[in-house]
Nanobody, 114 residues
Framework: QVQLVESGGGLVQAGGSLRLSCAAS????????MGWYRQAPGNQRELVAA???????NYADSVKGRFTISRDNAKNTVYLQMNSLEPEDTAVYYC????????WGQGTQVTVSS
């Protein structure tokens, strides 16, 4: 069983920055792909960024150049550095880990004011 605990959300003005963290329990975490989805009210959940065990990354077009995903395999933790935040980035951000099944965190709210 894998548990994911997110932290780092909050309220920020447009143009500001936040860093999200997601700590995974369980020894398999360091060897599995992880990433972040987000869901805004009335919208479907969308992929924001993903990272493989080896560090290969993938980003949604809407966040390229502004967000950076990274991971520390020794700490079983994945990070999402979010810069130049826009009101359109307001959403609940969910960490995930893909193994035989997909595990999800509880979500952390990010609110960007204009």
């Amino acid at each position: 069983q894998v548990q994911l605990v997110e932290s780092g959300g909050g309220l920020v003005q447009a143009g500001g920055s936040l860093r999200l963290s997601c700590a995974a329990s369980g020894s398999i975490a360091s060897s599995k792909p992880m990433g972040w989805y987000r869901q805004a009210p009335g919208n479907q959940r969308e992929l924001v960024a993903a990272i493989t065990r080896g560090g290969s990354t993938n980003y949604a077009d809407s966040v390229k150049g502004r967000f950076t995903i990274s991971r520390d395999n020794a700490k079983n933790t994945v990070y999402l550095q979010m810069n130049s935040l826009e009101p359109e980035d307001t959403a609940v951000y969910y960490c995930y880990l893909t193994s035989w099944v997909t595990y999800w965190g509880q979500g952390t709210q990010v609110t960007v004011s204009s």
